[in-house]
Nanobody
Framework: QVHLVESGGGSVQVGGSLRLSCAAS????????MGWFRQHPGKEREGVASIYTDVGYKYYAESGKGRFTISQDTSENMVYLEMNSLKPADTAMYYCAACPAGGVGVQDILWAPKFVYWGQGTQVTVSS
């Protein structure tokens, strides 16, 4: 059974940084993908960054390019999201997610409905 637990959220000032962590248990890193998604109140969940866990290919939404970095530690079954130069628009609940075994197509790598395992979320609040 796959279990994802996020941590590292919090409140920061504009321009600050946060590092989100996702501990994954029961997931096979050798053949899948993991991603970070966020959800603003009243809006759909949107992709932020994803990684193919077998080869390490990374993908970013335009909103985070140049500011966010996704990484993984396959020995520890961890996925991270380093967020820099944070803006008030980054305020959201952030979720770690994993796609089905075997992965998804690159066209779906940032599309929430294709991810089947989800953590409980961690809140990020950026204030000016």
């Amino acid at each position: 059974q796959v279990h994802l637990v996020e941590s590292g959220g919090g409140s920061v000032q504009v321009g600050g940084s946060l590092r989100l962590s996702c501990a994954a248990s029961g997931y096979t890193f050798s053949s899948g993908c993991m991603g970070w998604f966020r959800q603003h109140p009243g809006k759909e969940r949107e992709g932020v960054a994803s990684i193919y866990t077998d080869v390490g290919y990374k993908y970013y939404a335009e909103s985070g390019k140049g500011r966010f970095t996704i990484s993984q530690d396959t020995s520890e079954n961890m996925v991270y999201l380093e967020m820099n130069s944070l803006k008030p628009a980054d305020t959201a609940m952030y979720y770690c997610a994993a796609c089905p075994a075997g992965g998804v197509g690159v066209q779906d790598i940032l599309w929430a409905p294709k991810f089947v395992y989800w953590g409980q979320g961690t809140q990020v609040t950026v204030s000016s």
